[in-house]
């Protein structure tokens, strides 16, 4: 079983749509959740950043940690067809440094 | 100009030829890493770098092998490429510890093994 799990997709949403995308991880000392976006032929950029258990909110994005489900989400409001992209959550954990664990990625198309 | 920069983009090669993969970053990180991804399995650690002097394997070290020249250089060595290392690889860079852990990555490069 693999450390972080995430629904490979692909997710196809009518522009405007809410598009909910998330992971489950198993390993209860991860503090650290990022979400990446990445465009086809390029490489990762970071999206949003939590720590710990919460909500975080910039823009149309929200990022939500739930530790007790060990359970991530991201939501793109209005979604844009710009928004198409592959979406890659990752997770640390303090004592790893820098090391972190991805999940596959979910891919995801909004139609204009 | 790109902050993390890889070469060559594109590459194909034959089994058990020596490939080396260039990283180079104008961030000034002290932290660097190679991933290799593969369709369904995400990006998966090869090796990583705190700094000049430390180098630490990763869950996938296995047939690779690095040099971190200078602060700014991180080269990835396939010693004899097989074709199971046909993927796309990316170097990332990252701030010291007690930072946000983000990590800025490269375009990435295309290796193909046949």
């Known amino acids: 079983q693999k450390e972080v799990e995430q629904d490979p997709g692909p997710l196809s949403v009518p522009e405007g749509a809410i598009v909910s995308l998330n992971c489950t991880y198993s390993n209860s000392a991860f503090q650290y959740f990022m979400w990446y976006r990445q465009y086809s032929r390029k490489g990762p ?42 979406y890659l959550c990752a997770m640390s954990a303090v004592a790893a440094g820098n090391k972190l664990t991805f999940g596959g990625g979910t891919r995801v198309l909004v139609k204009p | 100009d790109a902050d993390v920069t890889q070469t060559p983009r594109n590459r194909i090669t034959k089994t058990g ?30 090796y990583y770098s705190f700094d000049v002097k430390d180098i630490n394997k990763g869950e996938i070290s ?8 200078a602060q700014a250089k991180f080269s990835l060595s396939l010693e004899s490429a097989i074709p199971n290392q046909t993927a796309l690889y990316f170097c990332a860079t990252s701030g010291p510890s007690g930072s946000t852990d983000t990590q800025y990555f490269g375009p990435g490069t295309r290796l193909t093994v046949l």
């Open chain 2, 17 to 46: 030829k020596r490939i080396m993969l260039e990283c180079s970053q104008t961030k000034g990180h002290d932290r660097m890493y190679w991933y290799r991804q593969d369709p369904g399995l995400g990006l998966r650690l090869i």
């Open chain 2, 62 to 69: 296995d047939g690779y092998s690095v040099s971190r020249q």
């Open chain 1, 45 to 86: 950029e970071l999206l949003m950043y939590t720590y710990s258990s919460g909500n975080k909110e910039d823009g149309r994005f929200t990022a939500q940690v739930d530790k007790s489900s060990k359970y991530i989400s991201l939501f793109i409001r209005d979604s844009q067809p710009s928004d198409s992209a592959t």
